[in-house]
Protein backbone atom coordinates (compact mmCIF):
# COMPACT_ATOMS: atom_id res chain seq x y z
CA UNK A 1 0.00 0.00 0.00
CA UNK A 2 1.30 3.63 -1.02
CA UNK A 3 1.12 6.31 1.41
CA UNK A 4 0.31 9.72 -0.10
CA UNK A 5 1.37 12.77 1.33
CA UNK A 6 -0.04 15.84 0.79
CA UNK A 7 1.08 19.08 2.34
CA UNK A 8 -2.17 21.14 1.31
CA UNK A 9 -4.28 21.62 4.82
CA UNK A 10 -7.88 21.30 4.61
CA UNK A 11 -10.52 24.10 6.32
CA UNK A 12 -13.68 22.74 8.32
CA UNK A 13 -16.43 24.77 9.35
CA UNK A 14 -18.80 23.54 11.68
CA UNK A 15 -21.91 25.18 13.09
CA UNK A 16 -24.27 24.25 15.76
CA UNK A 17 -27.84 25.13 16.09
CA UNK A 18 -28.48 28.30 17.50
CA UNK A 19 -27.30 30.92 14.93
CA UNK A 20 -26.76 28.62 11.84
CA UNK A 21 -27.40 31.81 9.23
CA UNK A 22 -24.23 33.74 10.48
CA UNK A 23 -22.16 30.55 9.80
CA UNK A 24 -23.82 29.98 6.75
CA UNK A 25 -22.90 33.91 5.83
CA UNK A 26 -18.96 33.16 7.14
CA UNK A 27 -19.04 29.82 4.84
CA UNK A 28 -20.24 31.61 1.88
CA UNK A 29 -17.29 34.58 2.05
CA UNK A 30 -14.85 32.09 2.68
CA UNK A 31 -16.02 30.31 -0.18
CA UNK A 32 -16.79 26.74 1.50
CA UNK A 33 -19.43 24.70 2.26
CA UNK A 34 -20.27 23.60 6.56
CA UNK A 35 -19.76 20.25 7.13
CA UNK A 36 -22.71 18.04 6.98
CA UNK A 37 -23.72 17.43 10.67
CA UNK A 38 -26.61 15.31 12.16
CA UNK A 39 -27.52 16.64 15.66
CA UNK A 40 -30.72 16.64 17.97
CA UNK A 41 -31.85 16.03 21.52
CA UNK A 42 -32.82 13.01 23.39
CA UNK A 43 -36.24 12.96 25.09
CA UNK A 44 -34.20 13.48 28.26
CA UNK A 45 -32.74 16.62 26.57
CA UNK A 46 -28.90 14.98 26.17
CA UNK A 47 -27.74 16.41 22.97
CA UNK A 48 -26.29 14.40 20.27
CA UNK A 49 -23.72 15.72 17.36
CA UNK A 50 -22.14 13.32 14.67
CA UNK A 51 -20.67 14.57 11.83
CA UNK A 52 -21.47 13.02 8.85
CA UNK A 53 -18.39 13.04 6.67
CA UNK A 54 -14.77 12.58 7.61
CA UNK A 55 -12.77 15.56 9.47
CA UNK A 56 -9.71 13.52 9.73
CA UNK A 57 -6.24 16.27 9.58
CA UNK A 58 -9.09 19.18 9.02
CA UNK A 59 -7.98 22.46 10.60
CA UNK A 60 -11.55 22.60 11.71
CA UNK A 61 -13.81 26.26 13.35
CA UNK A 62 -16.84 25.41 15.19
CA UNK A 63 -18.63 28.21 15.33
CA UNK A 64 -21.57 28.52 18.02
CA UNK A 65 -23.46 31.97 19.00
CA UNK A 66 -24.60 31.83 22.85
CA UNK A 67 -27.95 33.01 22.82
CA UNK A 68 -30.94 31.30 25.48
CA UNK A 69 -30.88 28.60 26.14
CA UNK A 70 -26.91 28.87 26.70
CA UNK A 71 -25.95 26.01 28.53
CA UNK A 72 -27.54 23.59 25.95
CA UNK A 73 -26.02 25.71 23.13
CA UNK A 74 -22.36 25.71 25.12
CA UNK A 75 -22.87 22.26 25.83
CA UNK A 76 -23.73 21.58 21.88
CA UNK A 77 -20.37 22.90 20.84
CA UNK A 78 -18.08 21.61 23.46
CA UNK A 79 -20.12 18.01 22.53
CA UNK A 80 -19.11 19.21 18.49
CA UNK A 81 -15.34 20.18 19.91
CA UNK A 82 -15.35 15.97 21.45
CA UNK A 83 -16.44 14.64 18.18
CA UNK A 84 -13.77 16.47 16.39
CA UNK A 85 -10.81 15.29 18.24
CA UNK A 86 -11.58 11.81 18.69
CA UNK A 87 -12.49 11.99 14.95
CA UNK A 88 -8.48 13.27 14.96
CA UNK A 89 -9.05 16.57 13.88
CA UNK A 90 -5.61 18.03 13.22
CA UNK A 91 -6.61 21.48 15.01
CA UNK A 92 -9.87 22.79 16.63
CA UNK A 93 -10.39 26.53 16.80
CA UNK A 94 -13.55 27.43 19.21
CA UNK A 95 -15.53 30.52 17.52
CA UNK A 96 -17.64 32.35 20.21
CA UNK A 97 -18.94 35.39 18.66
CA UNK A 98 -21.12 36.27 22.61
CA UNK A 99 -18.22 34.64 25.08
CA UNK A 100 -20.58 32.73 27.46
CA UNK A 101 -20.31 33.35 31.13
CA UNK A 102 -18.42 36.33 29.97
CA UNK A 103 -19.75 38.81 32.80
CA UNK A 104 -18.68 36.37 35.86
CA UNK A 105 -15.40 37.30 34.96
CA UNK A 106 -14.38 38.04 38.83
CA UNK A 107 -15.17 37.33 42.06
CA UNK A 108 -17.37 40.36 43.71
CA UNK A 109 -17.92 38.66 47.21
CA UNK A 110 -16.67 35.60 48.92
CA UNK A 111 -18.01 32.14 47.82
CA UNK A 112 -18.66 33.07 44.21
CA UNK A 113 -17.49 31.49 40.96
CA UNK A 114 -15.32 32.83 38.37
CA UNK A 115 -17.57 30.80 35.47
CA UNK A 116 -16.05 32.49 32.73
CA UNK A 117 -12.85 30.92 33.50
CA UNK A 118 -14.88 27.56 33.94
CA UNK A 119 -16.26 27.99 30.42
CA UNK A 120 -12.39 28.40 28.75
CA UNK A 121 -11.28 25.41 30.99
CA UNK A 122 -14.43 23.19 29.55
CA UNK A 123 -13.08 24.70 26.39
CA UNK A 124 -9.63 23.13 26.68
CA UNK A 125 -10.47 20.09 28.24
CA UNK A 126 -13.03 19.11 25.48
CA UNK A 127 -9.94 19.61 23.21
CA UNK A 128 -10.11 23.19 21.62
CA UNK A 129 -6.78 24.49 20.19
CA UNK A 130 -7.97 28.02 19.93
CA UNK A 131 -10.11 30.31 20.89
CA UNK A 132 -11.84 33.45 19.11
CA UNK A 133 -14.07 35.74 20.12
CA UNK A 134 -15.67 39.27 19.44
CA UNK A 135 -15.61 42.30 22.36
CA UNK A 136 -15.24 39.98 25.38
CA UNK A 137 -16.85 41.45 28.44
CA UNK A 138 -13.46 42.11 29.74
CA UNK A 139 -10.40 41.75 27.87
CA UNK A 140 -8.56 39.84 30.96
CA UNK A 141 -10.70 36.70 29.81
CA UNK A 142 -7.95 36.03 26.76
CA UNK A 143 -5.33 34.54 29.90
CA UNK A 144 -8.14 32.45 31.01
CA UNK A 145 -7.49 29.90 28.21
CA UNK A 146 -4.75 27.74 27.79
CA UNK A 147 -3.73 28.20 24.11
CA UNK A 148 -3.44 31.13 21.27
CA UNK A 149 -7.21 33.97 22.11
CA UNK A 150 -7.86 35.96 18.89
CA UNK A 151 -10.16 38.71 20.58
CA UNK A 152 -12.02 40.40 17.45
CA UNK A 153 -13.43 44.11 17.72
CA UNK A 154 -16.83 45.17 16.42
CA UNK A 155 -15.51 48.70 17.08
CA UNK A 156 -14.07 49.51 13.43
CA UNK A 157 -17.61 47.92 12.07
CA UNK A 158 -19.98 50.05 14.46
CA UNK A 159 -18.04 53.21 14.38
CA UNK A 160 -17.54 53.75 10.82
CA UNK A 161 -21.57 53.18 10.71
CA UNK A 162 -22.01 55.70 13.05
CA UNK A 163 -19.28 58.07 11.13
CA UNK A 164 -20.86 57.55 7.88
CA UNK A 165 -24.00 58.37 8.91
CA UNK A 166 -23.99 60.65 12.05
CA UNK A 167 -20.74 61.82 11.14
CA UNK A 168 -22.10 65.70 10.29
CA UNK A 169 -23.83 65.90 14.06
CA UNK A 170 -22.29 67.51 16.94
CA UNK A 171 -20.99 63.75 18.40
CA UNK A 172 -20.17 63.30 22.10
CA UNK A 173 -19.09 59.49 22.97
CA UNK A 174 -20.80 58.79 26.10
CA UNK A 175 -19.50 55.69 28.28
CA UNK A 176 -22.36 54.24 30.00
CA UNK A 177 -20.19 52.98 33.54
CA UNK A 178 -16.38 53.50 34.20
CA UNK A 179 -15.97 49.82 33.21
CA UNK A 180 -16.30 51.35 29.68
CA UNK A 181 -14.15 54.13 29.71
CA UNK A 182 -11.21 52.84 27.60
CA UNK A 183 -13.59 51.65 25.00
CA UNK A 184 -15.55 54.74 24.58
CA UNK A 185 -12.80 56.80 24.53
CA UNK A 186 -11.15 54.56 21.09
CA UNK A 187 -14.46 55.35 19.91
CA UNK A 188 -14.11 59.08 20.57
CA UNK A 189 -10.39 59.35 18.82
CA UNK A 190 -11.95 57.13 15.83
CA UNK A 191 -15.17 60.10 15.56
CA UNK A 192 -12.95 62.76 16.60
CA UNK A 193 -16.12 63.96 19.29
CA UNK A 194 -15.40 64.46 22.99
CA UNK A 195 -15.83 61.83 25.72
CA UNK A 196 -19.05 62.18 28.18
CA UNK A 197 -18.91 59.38 31.04
CA UNK A 198 -21.83 58.23 33.13
CA UNK A 199 -21.33 57.46 36.82
CA UNK A 200 -23.60 54.20 37.92
CA UNK A 201 -24.06 52.22 40.94
CA UNK A 202 -25.32 48.43 41.09
CA UNK A 203 -26.09 46.62 44.03
CA UNK A 204 -24.66 43.11 43.32
CA UNK A 205 -27.47 41.87 45.06
CA UNK A 206 -30.06 42.78 42.22
CA UNK A 207 -29.39 41.90 39.04
CA UNK A 208 -30.17 44.04 36.38
CA UNK A 209 -31.05 47.34 37.98
CA UNK A 210 -29.10 50.12 37.92
CA UNK A 211 -28.95 53.47 39.34
CA UNK A 212 -26.86 56.47 38.08
CA UNK A 213 -25.28 58.92 39.73
CA UNK A 214 -23.79 61.37 37.97
CA UNK A 215 -22.78 62.85 34.32
CA UNK A 216 -19.28 64.07 34.21
CA UNK A 217 -19.18 65.56 30.06
CA UNK A 218 -20.95 68.33 28.22
CA UNK A 219 -23.72 66.41 26.49
CA UNK A 220 -26.26 69.51 25.85
CA UNK A 221 -27.67 69.85 22.31
CA UNK A 222 -25.27 67.17 20.76
CA UNK A 223 -26.09 64.15 19.52
CA UNK A 224 -24.84 61.68 22.06
CA UNK A 225 -23.54 57.97 20.84
CA UNK A 226 -23.87 55.21 24.07
CA UNK A 227 -21.28 52.59 23.39
CA UNK A 228 -21.20 49.53 25.05
CA UNK A 229 -20.29 45.77 24.81
CA UNK A 230 -23.46 44.42 25.57
CA UNK A 231 -27.45 44.90 25.63
CA UNK A 232 -29.24 42.61 27.61
CA UNK A 233 -31.82 43.96 29.51
CA UNK A 234 -31.20 47.56 28.56
CA UNK A 235 -31.50 48.23 32.25
CA UNK A 236 -28.10 50.18 32.09
CA UNK A 237 -28.67 51.74 28.51
CA UNK A 238 -32.03 53.31 29.53
CA UNK A 239 -31.32 54.47 32.81
CA UNK A 240 -28.03 56.18 30.57
CA UNK A 241 -30.18 57.63 28.06
CA UNK A 242 -32.52 58.97 30.71
CA UNK A 243 -29.26 60.56 32.60
CA UNK A 244 -28.74 62.37 29.00
CA UNK A 245 -31.71 63.24 28.43
CA UNK A 246 -32.13 64.98 31.88
CA UNK A 247 -29.07 66.97 31.05
CA UNK A 248 -30.22 68.18 28.10
CA UNK A 249 -29.19 65.66 25.47
CA UNK A 250 -30.44 65.94 21.73
CA UNK A 251 -30.48 62.39 19.48
CA UNK A 252 -29.14 59.79 21.63
CA UNK A 253 -27.99 56.42 19.51
CA UNK A 254 -26.93 53.33 21.33
CA UNK A 255 -23.98 51.15 19.20
CA UNK A 256 -23.16 47.60 20.49
CA UNK A 257 -22.12 44.62 19.73
CA UNK A 258 -24.05 41.49 21.34
CA UNK A 259 -28.09 41.87 21.38
CA UNK A 260 -28.73 39.76 23.85
CA UNK A 261 -32.24 41.35 24.09
CA UNK A 262 -33.76 39.88 27.12
CA UNK A 263 -37.29 41.06 27.91
CA UNK A 264 -37.86 43.85 28.43
CA UNK A 265 -35.17 44.98 26.75
CA UNK A 266 -36.98 45.29 23.17
CA UNK A 267 -40.02 47.23 25.28
CA UNK A 268 -37.34 49.78 26.50
CA UNK A 269 -35.33 50.79 23.42
CA UNK A 270 -38.53 51.56 21.77
CA UNK A 271 -39.39 53.88 24.26
CA UNK A 272 -38.36 57.93 24.14
CA UNK A 273 -35.45 57.43 26.01
CA UNK A 274 -33.24 56.22 23.00
CA UNK A 275 -33.45 57.20 18.73
CA UNK A 276 -31.20 54.86 17.32
CA UNK A 277 -29.59 51.10 17.94
CA UNK A 278 -27.12 49.81 16.28
CA UNK A 279 -25.60 45.70 17.01
CA UNK A 280 -23.92 43.72 15.17
CA UNK A 281 -25.64 39.65 14.60
CA UNK A 282 -23.38 38.16 16.75
CA UNK A 283 -26.59 36.66 18.10
CA UNK A 284 -29.58 35.69 16.54
CA UNK A 285 -32.12 38.94 16.64
CA UNK A 286 -35.79 37.26 17.15
CA UNK A 287 -37.33 40.58 17.77
CA UNK A 288 -37.17 43.78 16.18
CA UNK A 289 -38.23 46.86 16.06
CA UNK A 290 -38.03 50.04 14.00
CA UNK A 291 -35.19 51.60 16.02
CA UNK A 292 -32.91 48.42 15.21
CA UNK A 293 -30.21 48.15 12.39
CA UNK A 294 -28.30 45.31 13.01
CA UNK A 295 -24.90 45.32 11.15
CA UNK A 296 -23.32 41.61 10.10
CA UNK A 297 -19.99 40.46 11.84
CA UNK A 298 -19.73 37.83 9.62
CA UNK A 299 -17.38 39.84 7.47
CA UNK A 300 -14.70 40.35 10.10
CA UNK A 301 -14.94 36.23 11.39
CA UNK A 302 -14.62 35.05 8.00
CA UNK A 303 -11.28 37.41 7.56
CA UNK A 304 -9.77 36.03 11.10
CA UNK A 305 -10.38 32.47 10.42
CA UNK A 306 -8.96 33.00 6.85
CA UNK A 307 -6.28 34.67 8.40
CA UNK A 308 -5.50 31.54 10.98
CA UNK A 309 -5.79 29.05 8.46
CA UNK A 310 -3.39 30.75 6.54
CA UNK A 311 -1.52 31.30 9.37
CA UNK A 312 -1.13 35.34 8.49
CA UNK A 313 -1.58 37.99 11.39
CA UNK A 314 -4.86 38.66 13.00
CA UNK A 315 -4.37 41.97 14.73
CA UNK A 316 -3.76 43.64 11.04
CA UNK A 317 -7.19 43.11 10.54
CA UNK A 318 -8.17 46.12 12.50
CA UNK A 319 -7.11 49.00 14.32
CA UNK A 320 -8.79 50.14 17.41
CA UNK A 321 -7.78 46.93 19.28
CA UNK A 322 -5.99 47.32 22.89
Not at 34 to 44: E, I, R, S
Not at 101 to 126: C, F, M, N, T, W
Request: proline share 5%; hydrophobic share 45%.
Amino acid sequence: MQIKNSSQKRLLLATGRAHPELAQEVATLLDTELVPTTAYNFANGEIFVRFDESVRGVDAFVIQSHSAPINDQLMEQLIMVDALKRASAKRITVVSPFFPYARQDKKHKGREPISARLVADLYKAAGADRLMSVDLHSPQIQGFFDGPVDHLWALPLLADYVKQTFGSENLTVVSPDSGRVRVADIWADRLGAPLAIIHKRRDPNKPNQVQVNELVGEVEGRVCILVDDMIDTAGTIVAAAKALRDNGAGRIIVAATHAVFSDPAVERLSGPEVDNVIVTNTLPIEKTFEKLTVLSIAPLIARAISSVFNDDSVTSLFDGHV
